[in-house]
């Protein structure tokens, strides 16, 4: 990078924007176990939540939380790369980001698990 910014408009942005997520999404397949067990949890969840789903919101409601388990997966992986580009050596911030960022992948998980129970426990 030449650290001049971006003078591209149109499409020609929205295709360097799509690169650098592709990109992305294929680092993440590729370095994060996590994402791709995470990738096969949703490829069971997500048409199960579309037949299982009553309506529109049901549905959202149970597949919404799995795109977002990825979503915050995707960032805390972002958030481990740049504390590992930082530096090797242990350091309590170090360690405190990352633990937040596992946090961050717990609590959409929760989520995820609360919106499938309460959605089925309305059915009974």
Do not use: Y
């Not at 295709?15 to 791709?36: I, P, Q």
């Not at 309590?92 to 980001?97: F, V």
């Not at 717990?106 to 919106?115: E, I, P, Q, S, W």
């Amino acid at each position: 990078m030449s650290g001049q910014p971006d003078q591209r408009t149109g499409l020609a942005r929205l295709a360097r924007a799509f690169g650098s997520t592709w990109r992305g999404l294929a680092a993440a397949w590729r370095d994060e176990a996590a994402f791709r067990q995470e990738c096969g949890l949703a490829v069971v969840v997500v048409p199960l939540g579309l037949w299982l789903g009553a309506d529109g919101i049901e549905r959202l409601l149970l597949t919404g939380p799995m795109l977002l388990v990825l979503i915050v997966e995707l960032l805390n992986s972002a958030v481990e790369a740049t504390v590992d580009r930082i530096g090797s050596e242990r350091h309590p911030l170090s360690g405190k980001a990352k633990e937040l960022g596992s946090a961050a992948v717990f609590a959409a998980f929760v989520l995820l698990g609360t919106c499938w129970l309460l959605v089925l426990l309305d059915r009974c």
